[in-house]
Nanobody
Framework: QVQLAESGGGLVQAGGSRRLSCAAS????????MGWFRQAPGKGRELVVG??????????KPNYEGRFTISRDESKNALSLYLQMNNLEPEGTAVYYC?????????????????WGQGTPVTVST
């Protein structure tokens, strides 16, 4: 099992930036891929970006490429995932979730992940 805990959400003004963090614990050595998802009010959960842990290759949903950046830290026997969000728009208001997979390197959709965090809310004000 892998446990995920997101942090860094909060209120941000439109045009501003926010960095989200995801701390992974448990059997992290067997994680093949990770990702960030978002769920806006009244909408379904959608992929923001996925990353394959082996080679670091990424898959961004086109809406977010260029403004959002995923990164990881595997030092000190810990695994952390980050999402740097720049130039946030009011449509960026959502709960952001971290996800991980120990089964597959695929990272382009919800079905690719079996481990989920509780989410961290981000509100973008005008």
């Amino acid at each position: 099992q892998v446990q995920l805990a997101e942090s860094g959400g909060g209120l941000v003004q439109a045009g501003g930036s926010r960095r989200l963090s995801c701390a992974a614990s448990g059997r992290t050595l067997s994680v093949y891929s990770m990702g960030w998802f978002r769920q806006a009010p009244g909408k379904g959960r959608e992929l923001v970006v996925g990353i394959r842990m082996g080679d670091g290759s990424t898959y961004y949903k086109p809406n977010y490429e260029g403004r959002f950046t995923i990164s990881r830290d595997e030092s000190k026997n810990a695994l952390s995932l980050y999402l740097q969000m720049n130039n946030l728009e009011p449509e960026g208001t959502a709960v952001y979730y971290c996800a991980a997979s120990r089964d597959s390197t695929a990272c382009t959709g919800q079905r690719d992940f079996e481990c989920w965090g509780q989410g961290t809310p981000v509100t973008v004000s005008t």
